[in-house]
């Protein structure tokens, strides 16, 4: 009798090896040209989406920087934070 051995296809999906499955395998499986393409595209996603992240985020990090380091321990809103930064030299791109 042969085991059962856990077959993992290359979607991710797991399943119990059929009795007919070979249960030896002889060397590893090579890459394909397709598997090294979807892992450039999945690099490329992911650097997109944190260069994306980071440039509409940064406004809000510099605003709440400037609302932490208010001199009088006075606070500080949104707006007024941001007519603060822009008011300064350099304007909207102190953002």
Known sequence: AKP??????RGGRTSKASPTASTTTTSAPKKSSS?????LK???ASGLAAAC???MLAPFDTIKTVQQHVAGGKSLG???AGRQITSR???VSNL
Do not use: F, Q, R, W
């Open 35 to 39: 598997a090294v393409t979807e892992g």
């Open 89 to 91: 030299p350099g304007g």
């Open 4 to 9: 059962n051995v856990l077959h993992i296809p």
């Open 42 to 44: 999945n690099t490329l």
């Open 78 to 80: 949104l707006l007024e």
């Open 53 to 55: 992240s980071k440039t």
